[in-house]
């Protein structure tokens, strides 16, 4: 929750190839302080059934920019065996190459105090989109 001193993230992520939201998505939140700072790495989290992630890190006051990781390569992996299992008998006529282009996608934006920012991720295999929500 976000307070007057303090931003607050979160976020939630649909598979768009599937039209469900993604579970088990490991999410890593990180922070900076201005522009030129380092990141702190502040936590993570794994997406839920409904694709959301309810206990990211509270960011710590000064926060200027925030950076999301998704590690969307072992969900789309998963993704990819459970088809295969689910149509074994199948002939197989298709070349089973990687499971998704993009193995991570870092989402960073700025942030100003007392705001909060609700980051949806729209993926599949090989694309995705963000926007703020609400």
Known sequence: ??????????????????????EGVA????????RDAGWRALGGSATDADGRCKDLPALPEGTTHVRLDFAVEPYFEHMQKKQADAQQDAPANRDSGPAVFFPEVAITFAVVPGEHYH???????FGYSVYRGS
């Open 1 to 22: 929750m976000s307070t007057s001193t303090t931003a607050s993230v979160s976020t939630h992520i649909l598979d768009t190839s599937v039209g469900r939201p993604a």
């Open 27 to 34: 999410v890593h939140l990180a922070a900076r302080a201005g």
């Open 119 to 125: 980051v949806p991720l729209l993926l599949n295999p």
